[in-house]
Structures are given as C-alpha cells and as structure tokens.
C-alpha cells in the first residue's frame, strides 16, 4: 500500500479514456464527480486534473485500439509522473472499471477505481421465468477477450475499488479479494429534481395512462418482458395506456428492435424517444407519466428508478441487485411474476381513470426516500474512501470493507 499523507488540503487527477457525454450512466456519474470536485463539495478534496481524450466520430477501430492500449496509457503514466514532480497530485481516481488498464504498474500515487459493475469482466447467465438472460458479453472477440486480460490486470493493480452497490462490493470481493473495497453508492442532486423546487408539468399530452420505461435494449434490460406483460392487459384497458421509451430502441445482439416487440404483443401505444432526450424532456415526460417501469435483471447501480424518486414518480422495480438497494419498501416486485407486474399496471390504470382528468400527486415521501442519495451525502462519503488510504478503512452502512 501506497501511503497517502492528510495533513493538507489535497487533490485528486480523475482519469478515463474517451469522453463521455452526460447522458449515459457512465457519463453522468464521471461529470457529477467533476462537479463536485470543482465546486468544493468534497470535503478536503480539490480537482487537479482530468486525463482523458477525444475521438473522432469516425475513427477506425485500429486507431480507436491504439488510442486505448498504447497512447492513452502512455498519457496517463506522463501526466502522473509531472503531477508528482510539481507535488500537485495525491491521488489518482479511475472513474469506471472499463479504464483500469490504465493503472501504471508500479504507479507513486495511490489509485482508485470506481467499479459499477463486474458484468463483461466475469459474464453470467439468469433464468427467470424460464428464459436465460445473458448478463455481460458470453463470447467476445479476441481483441476484446485480451482487453479484459488488460482490466483484470489493472484492477488487481489499485489500491482501493469503489464500488456502486452491495451487489458490486460483493462481486470485488469474490474476485479481487487482496484489493481493499468499500462501498459508496452513486448521488445526485435530489433538490434539482423534487417538485418542491421547479415547475412540474402538470398537463397531460395525450388523454392516456403515460407510463414511462427508461433503459436500452440490452437483453438483462428485459424489454421483451414488459412487453409480454402489457399484451397481456386486457384490451380495453390496454388500448388506455401510453407507454414512453427513452433509450437505445435497436439492438446490438441480435433481438428484435423494441419497436417490433411491442407490436408483436400488440402493445401499439408506442413511442420511441430515443437514446438522446435532454435532460427537461426526460423531467417532462416523469411528470405527465403514472409510473416508471423497471424490469432490468442486473443493474450496477440504476440511475432511472432513483431520479423517479426524486422527481415524485413512483416506481415499478424488479426485486433484483442491485436497484433494489435503492428502493422504498412495497415498490420491487417479484422478478418473474408476470401477474404481479400486469396487476400492478391495472391498478395504477385504474387509479389514473379515477381522477378524471386531475393530475396526480407527487408524494413527498418518494423524495424523502431519494435524500438518502443525495449528493451532500455521496460527497462526504467519497471524502472518506479517499481519506482511508492513509488510515484504516471505515465500515460504512452500506456495506463492508475488505481487507
């Protein structure tokens, strides 16, 4: 273990690979960690740096492979030698596991990287309700085969994994087990969200039963699923209900477009938002929607399901890791009930006919839920998972700390 001293204020270079934009889950977790440093919300923490890079939008897969094995790494281990040189660094942050092979061997700085999840480094397979679910990349290629080779490498290699959830803790520990690992769960700004602090769209576009499902259609997504339940819905009721989809509707493993699935269970109140909705579109559509829909078999961590909470919109959440860690109780449902789920749907139908017209409230208890992960809170704890490296690592509710 590298030691890190704490008798002045320090700083932290985050690092990742290409630039992500702030509407993925990876994204938004890396630019809210930016955002805090910047401001000074990390108690004793400031931002040095970042290292990361820009591709073209048409770079070949040579180039984008020599930028990720060869150059970036090489950009990496410079910025970190003339930060220790200028004594302007303390601490090296990876802020997703996909870039751990960028962890110099024998790196001077200690290094951290944030795990979401472990799914493509060890793939798995999940049957619920007899169908097998692919969780993680089954057969890659070999290029992609040895850049796992290069992130197992390089998580080995950090002093301490950061880690979303219980269930991704627990997946540290199974599989690195001389790696310290602490668990400190995602945040966001729950004020900006709550209804108490904007101006809540409150008329309806449609005279339907808005329900909204945010997720791609990667098979542990379970869109087939939710299909399958709301064909199953009368159709009376169901021919009443508007369902919104915000995420990637085409599919790279070869399912079905989610369009098509929609159709072939007769669910034709269908509308694709794509993967690219802004920010306001997406508080739009939770405030004229009844319910969030989410099925996902396996989950890092689960953005949607926590800023629905925080915005007042109730949640349909399969009981599964690790979004049920972020859940009130009475709103996971069995993952393979499909009864559960279609009665669930029936009764949130109903209770939208029954106001006739009005619009729903926005229970303040959801909000009070979503407080819990609030960003002051994340902030405080990223501080002290920092902090650890020169002291004994805490135990914190959330989970437990290997040593």
Not at 24 to 50: M, Q, T
Not at 58 to 77: C, E, G
Not at 86 to 109: F, R, W, Y
Not at 309 to 332: F, I, K, R, T
Request: glycine fraction near 6%.
């Amino acid at each position: 273990m590298r030691a890190l001293g704490l008798a002045m204020a320090k700083r932290v270079m985050l690092v990742r690979g290409g630039v992500l934009g702030r509407n993925s889950g990876l994204g938004s977790a890396h630019h809210n960690l930016v955002d805090l440093l910047n401001s000074g919300s990390v108690p004793g923490w400031d931002l040095d740096k970042i290292s990361e890079y820009d591709l073209p939008t048409k770079a070949s897969p040579f180039f984008r492979l020599w930028k990720r094995w060869f150059s970036h790494p090489r950009a990496v281990k410079k910025a970190i030698a003339k930060s220790i040189s200028k004594s302007s660094c303390d601490l090296v942050h990876i802020t997703d596991q996909e870039q751990a092979h960028l962890i110099p061997k024998n790196c001077k700085l200690p290094v951290v990287v944030t795990v979401h999840d472990l799914f493509h480094l060890f793939p798995t397979k999940m049957n619920l309700g007899g169908q097998e679910i692919n969780i993680g990349e089954q057969n890659p290629p070999s290029y992609r085969r040895r850049d796992i080779r290069k992130l197992k490498r390089g998580l080995a290699r950090a002093d301490l994994l950061i880690c979303d959830s219980k269930a991704t803790l627990s997946d540290c520990q199974k599989y690195f087990p001389n790696v310290k690992s602490i668990c400190v769960p995602l945040g966001i700004d729950v004020s900006s969200y709550s209804p108490n602090n904007r101006t809540v769209e409150k008329e309806s576009i449609n005279n339907r039963c808005n329900l909204l499902i945010v997720g791609s259609n990667d098979p542990r997504k379970r869109m087939e699923f939710i299909c399958k339940i709301l064909g199953s819905i009368e159709p009376s009721i169901l021919n009443k209900i508007q369902i919104h989809h915000v995420g990637q509707g085409e599919s790279n493993s070869g399912q079905p477009a989610i369009i098509d699935l929609a159709l072939q269970n007769k669910v034709n109140n269908w509308t694709g938002h794509g993967p690219s909705v802004s920010e306001s579109k997406l508080m739009q559509l939770r405030d004229i929607s009844e319910c969030l829909l989410f099925p996902s078999a396996s989950e890092g961590f689960g953005y949607p399901p926590l800023e629905a909470l925080a915005s007042g919109l109730p949640v349909l959440c399969a009981d599964l890791p690790s979004h049920n860690e972020l859940m009130p109780d009475g709103y996971c449902l069995p993952a393979e009930d499909i009864e559960s789920w279609k009665d669930s749907i029936i009764e949130i139908y109903h209770n939208w006919k029954n106001r006739d017209g009005k619009s729903r409230d926005f229970p303040e208890e959801l909000v009070e839920h979503a407080k819990k992960f609030d960003n002051s809170i994340f902030s405080s704890r990223m501080a002290d998972a920092y902090n650890s490296l020169g002291s004994d690592i805490s135990l914190y509710s959330f989970g437990k700390v290997v040593n």
